[in-house]
């Protein structure tokens, strides 16, 4: 393990042996939420310890908070897929390079403190003009909406994408990336306002599932065509109108199952247009393959970023004090776009 030297001290000076953290010790609501003392972890060889300026809060984070999606063997039980900050310290193999840069990056756990472990090779540069707050907010939704929408969908430049929760943050970044390659992008979304918000992100089409039908809105849409691609977070009774909305040879991708896991599925109908049905975890998937993704997304979607073209959508920021209302926040529905933690604040 490498102690680096930073600002002309030894950071074994610099860094205390215990960090503020979120934790629970029982599953339950927003308020069981709770600041602890924990030991700093040390890098293990090809990690590196990021001192974390910003975590970005997700969906799986409030799943995990009510009990229900536990964080992988032999990784941090503390909330946060997604941080950006400074490396401070340099696991063994590591690049010596990598020592004091700015990076943001995906995380199995970890994120909700003011220190957590990375994997080099999950790590992204953060461009300049990017503030920390904002790339805190980009790696698990570009990770997710990339592999899923462009490796396990196939997205090809011209076809239509139906995203459901338009407004999210998976959703924000889906139009985006759509947008960046050629897609036409047609979101659901719970609200007049919210649809309004999704074309100004950059929608082709925004259909509130409140007030209309949306498999009649999408046919409608499309001619009676139909889309190429689903990418869906709701499953349950969505699965079966999803595939009404899809063309012939069309694709289904599911990410989460907000609406529940189980779901009847018309097998006839997947027979007879040849529909393929998908889906994926980030989290459990192996650090190579994480690796590679990232790897990707740097030579693919990286430039972007670094050039202004791509910028997260924003909603709120919190102390890592107030994880518990940033929790609030996701669980009420309102937000448009990415709830972020800034730490230290």
Known sequence: MTLPQHGGNDMAQVLSEYMKAIGFTAPGGPEVLTMQQIPVPHPAAGQVLVQVAAAGVNRPDVIQRLGQYPAPAGHSPILGLEIAGEVVMLGDGVDPAL????????????????Y??????????????????????????LFTVWHNVFERGWACDGERLLVHGGTSGIGTMAIQLGRLFGLEVIVTCGGPDKCARALEIGAAHAIDYKATDFVEEVMRITDGAGVHLV?????????????????????????????????????????????????????????????????????????????????????????????????????????IGKIVLEIGQ
């Open 99 to 114: 020592l004091g840069q700015k990076v943001c990056a995906l995380v199995n756990g970890g994120g909700y403190a003011e």
């Open 116 to 141: 957590c472990l990375a994997e080099a090779g999950h790590c992204l540069p953060v461009p300049d003009g990017l503030s920390m707050v904002e790339a805190a907010a980009i790696p698990e939704t």
């Open 231 to 335: 990418l869906d977070m709701v499953a349950g009774d969505y699965v079966a109108r999803n595939l009404r909305c899809l063309a012939d040879d069309g694709r289904h991708v599911t990410i989460a199952v907000q609406g529940g896991a189980k779901a009847e599925i018309p097998m006839w109908q997947v027979m007879a247009r040849r529909l393929t049905l998908t889906g994926s975890t980030m989290r459990a998937r192996s650090n190579t393959f994480k690796t590679l993704l990232a790897q990707e997304i740097v030579t693919n979607v990286w430039p972007a970023f670094e050039d202004g073209e791509m910028r997260p959508v924003m909603d709120q920021s919190f102390s890592l004090a107030d994880a518990g209302a940033a929790h609030a926040r996701m669980e009420s529905g309102q937000h």
